[in-house]
């Protein structure tokens, strides 16, 4: 008796190798009055040939984080797959900031997608030199985060040196509608029901009352 075993890992690799990459490309403006079609002659004219079909053209602030942007999370979660290439003409174009730039940065990496940026000076950022600048990325990327924390700590002992109420502001609109149902002898949770709020909400109202050029104060 004969025993023939196939091995399909080779199989496997072959369909690998033979995969064409397929390359897409990620173009942004800010405003409906500007068009990507420069971004795609740009990338075009650097020898990456994206078809039409796979160039993804999105109008929204660049103050929005990647991941929020309504085409390019279609994008990477629905049209790109493991190995795959992403060009973009502009590091901007995958994040609002360092931090955001990261993050996206390391979701494409971990997904297998080949991220190509270029305006650096290695545009690829799956190359050794790619990766060490992404390690670079990362650094100012914390450096950033721990400013961030610092001026939010800061801002905060401040207004408490200054003797500001921290914390977020009452709203003015919730008491005298609170006010007006307890005038009308409705008790707390009825209260609650007919403005559609929650019980708490109503009983942190209930002893306030507004006082026109003087803001609220507590009913004793």
Same mark, same amino acid.
Request: hydrophobic share 40%.
């Given at each position: 008796?004969?025993?023939?075993?196939?091995?399909?890992?080779? =199989?496997?690799?072959?369909?690998?190798? =033979?995969?064409i990459m397929r390359i897409f490309a990620y173009c942004r403006v800010s405003t409906t009055e500007q068009t990507t079609e420069n971004q795609v002659i740009a990338i075009r004219q650097k020898g990456y040939e994206v078809i039409d079909s796979r160039i993804?053209?999105?109008?929204?602030?660049?103050?929005?984080?990647?991941?929020?942007?309504?085409?390019?999370?279609?994008?990477? =979660?629905?049209?790109?797959?493991?190995?795959?290439m992403l060009v973009v003409l502009k590091l901007d174009r995958l994040g609002r900031d360092n931090i955001d730039v990261q993050s996206t940065i390391n979701l494409l990496t971990d997904k297998g997608i080949k991220v190509v940026c270029l305006d650096l000076p290695v545009a690829d950022l799956s190359s050794a030199e790619g990766?060490?600048?992404?390690?670079?990325?990362?650094?100012?990327?914390?450096?950033?985060r721990n400013r961030i924390r610092e001026r939010t700590?800061?801002?905060?002992?401040?207004?408490k040196a200054e003797g500001k109420k921290l914390g977020r502001p009452r709203a003015k609109s919730t008491t005298l509608a609170v006010n007006a149902k307890k005038a009308e002898g409705l008790s707390q949770s009825k209260t609650a029901e007919a403005l559609g709020i929650g019980i708490a909400t109503v009983k942190r109202h209930w002893n306030l009352r507004t006082i026109p050029n003087h803001g609220r104060v507590a009913v004793k």
């Open positions: 008796m004969i025993l023939i075993v196939y091995d399909t890992s080779i =199989n496997d690799t072959k369909k690998e190798v =033979n995969r993804v053209s999105e109008t929204v602030s660049g103050s929005v984080e990647a991941i929020k942007r309504e085409k390019f999370k279609m994008l990477i =979660n629905h049209k790109m797959e493991k190995g795959d990766k060490l600048m992404l390690q670079m990325f990362s650094a100012f990327a914390e450096f950033e700590r800061e801002g905060l002992e401040r207004a």
